[in-house]
């Protein structure tokens, strides 16, 4: 299964999921979370971060989201989770 990074269109496609996750982390700008101001790396690590420090509830509220907006991305944490080394992303990213 081929993966492709969805930050504004970029499109680069990865052969495994580790690969775009540490794309996403190293080739595109950080952000900053409107809940609460940490700069995070954008893609799956910002919204890793958005879903796991703070709740549902304010996630809507500072960003504005929709039931949809959450859902879809609960379905792609819950995606990249199932497959992903968690561990290999961590050391590529120590380096």
Known sequence: MAWECGIDGCGAVFEDVESTVVHQATEHERRECKVCGTVVPDGYLAIRHAFTEHSRA???????????????????????????????IATELKR
């Open 58 to 88: 304010e996630y809507v509220r500072a960003y504005g989201a929709s039931s949809e907006d959450v859902r879809k991305r609960e379905e792609l944490l819950a995606e990249i989770e199932d497959v992903a080394d968690m561990q290999a």
